[in-house]
């Protein structure tokens, strides 16, 4: 009983660190999806003003 008892315990232990190494995992893609879309916005800003610039300058 003891020694079951034992490796269930080890076995959840290692169920836990496997649950928080993909907590961890899906935190970092998240953080990863949030900066390429700050990334992806302030190309199109500047994208948008260029073109208006070069709207400007076609007068």
Known sequence: MNM????????????????????????????FQTQSIVFQRSVNIFEMRNQLFDYIHQE
């Open 4 to 31: 079951n008892n034992q490796s269930f315990i080890q076995h959840e232990r290692g169920y836990i660190q496997r649950r928080r190494r993909r907590i961890k995992v899906k935190q970092n893609c998240n953080q």
